[in-house]
T-cell receptor, first 111, second 109 residues
Framework: DTAVSQTPKYLVTQMGNDKSIKCEQNLGHDTMYWYKQDSKKFLKIMFSYNNKELIINETVPNRFSPKSPDKAHLNLHINSLELGDSAVYFC??????????FGQGTRLTVV | SQQGEEDPQALSIQEGENATMNCSYKTSINNLQWYRQNSGRGLVHLIL?????REKHSGRLRVTLDTSKKSSSLLITASRAADTASYFCTNFGNEKLTFGTGTRLTIIP
């Protein structure tokens, strides 16, 4: 069983479209995250949720809206996609300040 | 701001040799964690060392922690081609894990 799974793995879409990336963890962790990794491989945190509550929002444009329907899920919806949104997006989870488990990433390409 | 800065930025060694990479951090920590990222994949947690520990082993990995110098090192012994990856250190500063640019390790067969 995959601990942290995110879908889709690849996403190619046109500028201006709206898209969602889903993430689920089966580890029973209380905290989930979204990270963005750009072309220079720099991994930057976007959001953090603890027990469905938003605790970190790293000055991400409000076109990005995370949603956590329950503790095991943290989805990312992106409105009006821009070329600069092209990146690999990683979901992760942890129990408190323990080890974080990452998904395999979603490679988003905006054309 | 980054919670860990890795050094060197890139390292190439022959298969079978040992690889050592270093990490410096700025804030006080509860624990320090090392991760590996293979090209095109998600990060994989390698090892966590608590602030009251000085050394920890896991298989071919050895991590040291010096809280007085705010530094850590990761040693990979008897390297293998599969160890080729980027390695990151990090800790929970301001309730979040932030990552630097990592050390890019290349194992030459």
């Amino acid at each position: 069983d995959t601990a942290v799974s995110q879908t889709p793995k690849y996403l190619v879409t046109q500028m201006g479209n709206d898209k969602s990336i889903k993430c689920e963890q089966n580890l029973g962790h209380d905290t989930m995250y979204w990270y963005k990794q750009d072309s220079k491989k720099f991994l930057k945190i976007m959001f953090s949720y603890n027990n469905k509550e938003l605790i970190i929002n790293e000055t991400v444009p409000n076109r990005f809206s995370p949603k956590s329907p329950d503790k095991a899920h943290l989805n990312l919806h992106i409105n009006s996609l821009e070329l600069g949104d092209s990146a690999v997006y990683f979901c992760a989870s942890s129990q408190g300040q323990g080890a974080a488990f990452f998904g395999q990433g979603t490679r988003l390409t905006v054309v | 701001s980054q919670q860990g800065e890795e050094d060197p930025q890139a390292l190439s060694i022959q298969e079978g040799e040992n690889a050592t990479m270093n990490c410096s951090y700025k804030t006080s920590i509860n624990n320090l964690q090392w991760y590996r990222q293979n090209s095109g994949r998600g990060l994989v947690h390698l090892i966590l060392i608590r602030s009251n520990e000085r050394e920890k082993h896991s298989g071919r990995l050895r991590v040291t922690l010096d809280t007085s110098k705010k530094s850590s090192s990761l040693l990979i012994t008897a390297s293998r081609a599969a160890d080729t990856a980027s390695y990151f250190c990090t800790n929970f500063g301001n309730e979040k894990l932030t990552f630097g640019t990592g050390t890019r390790l290349t194992i030459i067969p």
